[in-house]
């Protein structure tokens, strides 16, 4: 495919059109999102799955929209003309050839997470998009840092009220991995594993609060309650439900993230702690809590407020954290300027993960720098 200049140019005009590449849940998810915002109209969609198609197309059409013309196939929506910016929602280890069409076309895109199942395919996204128009913007999808409570705690952090950062913790403990279409999630091989898949979020955000690239990964795990029944095409499913991973920065920061997916027996799903020389930052995502403590105050004083998300329009399945994230996108469209999440933003992610999964197959610590030289 060829660069339109005309696809860039209609981008910044009052109405971005958009096509969303991938209608199952997370594509319904952005497509509810799109049809929130000001001067934003989904005007295609495809999904090689007809019964998707329909329920994307509905969608649509639920919010008053016009219906969007329908696609098997992304790439006859990206040869249509129709749209002016992309998201692609489509399983994980389609990720890397969607993208690589989408770059190849020239039109705006959002690519949800993780950004590749592969390094090797990460870099060369990275790579194909640093070669492409200097005013599309190539943004990656992760929205935790867009949920209220996440965003304050990076903000106190940022403001120096813990002093210099020694630790982060990260805990997820949540419900098994959601049923998708086809069942591809229950598989290692099509989304790069559960560490990747799912925890390329936190490891992003890690990376964000310590404020420097990881060196090291430790990590232990296994599949030990979820999906051992279930049986698809006579294969038994392979992803971990629960682990422990240690990643060391190289400013000497530590982060551990403390994954549980059988805990739905739990108040916050997600709890995040940065701790600094001077004080401490914790964020409880599903209570929406904020608590800051400082050294200096004194034994067990600890300022805790509640976080209210102002201006989110549609809460969705993140605590509205997709929809701010769309917000900026739309902005940085309309403005030519650069996505704040990038797609060297996702490589690390996704590089954490799979050093994770490494280590806990090799039952050793991994070098970052072992699995950035993959391909």
């Known amino acids: 495919m060829t660069v339109t ?3 860039l140019s209609s981008s910044r005009s009052d109405i971005v059109r958009y096509g969303v590449i991938g209608t199952g849940m997370m594509g319904v ?18 999904d090689p799955v007809e019964e998707r198609r329909t329920i994307g197309a509905a969608t649509v059409a639920s919010f008053g929209a016009d219906a969007p013309t329908v696609f098997a196939s992304h790439r006859e929506l990206l040869a249509s003309g129709l749209v ?32 590749c199942t592969t390094v090797a395919d990460c870099r060369r996204m990275v790579t194909a998009a640093a070669a492409g128009p200097s005013d599309r913007v190539v943004w990656m999808g992760l ?15 940022r403001s120096g009220v813990v002093g210099n950062v020694k630790m982060v913790a990260i805990r997820e403990h949540r ?10 999630n229950r598989f290692t091989r099509n989304t790069g594993g559960t560490l990747v898949e799912k925890c390329c979020h936190f490891f992003d955000l890690m990376r964000l609060a310590a404020d420097a690239d990881p060196v090291r990964v430790m990590a232990s795990g296994g599949q030990d309650v979820n999906h051992l ?18 990643v060391e920065f190289a400013n000497g920061v530590r982060g551990m993230l403390d994954l549980c997916m059988f805990a739905e027996a739990s108040v916050n799903e997600q709890e995040i702690a940065v701790t600094g020389d001077e004080g401490k930052v914790e964020a409880l995502v599903t209570e929406s809590v904020l608590r800051v403590g400082r050294r200096s105050d004194g034994l067990h004083v600890v300022d805790e407020r509640p ?5 989110v329009r549609h809460v969705g399945l993140h605590h509205g954290a997709s929809y701010l994230e769309h917000v900026d996108f739309i902005e940085s469209v309309r403005a030519g300027r650069p996505a704040a999440v990038t797609l060297d933003d996702g490589l690390w992610s996704v590089a954490m993960g799979a050093a994770a999964h490494r280590s806990i197959e090799l039952g050793r610590p991994v070098l970052i720098a072992e699995v950035m030289a993959d391909g």
């Open 5 to 7: 200049t005309a696809s």
């Open 175 to 184: 419900f098994p991995f959601l049923v998708k279409v086809g069942n591809w």
């Open 307 to 311: 976080i209210i998300a102002d201006g």
């Open 229 to 246: 029944d279930e049986v698809y095409n006579g294969e038994v499913p392979d992803i971990l439900d629960n682990a422990y991973v240690i």
């Open 84 to 115: 002016d910016a992309v998201v692609i929602a489509s399983p994980n280890f389609t990720h890397v050839d969607v993208l690589g069409d989408v770059l190849d076309s020239g039109v705006h895109v959002m690519v949800e997470k993780p950004l």
């Open 29 to 46: 998810e952005h497509i509810e999102n799109i049809a929130h915002l000001d001067g934003a109209v989904v005007t295609a969609i495809s």
């Open 143 to 157: 929205e935790y840092r867009y949920m209220p409570p996440t965003t304050a705690l990076l903000a106190q952090v």
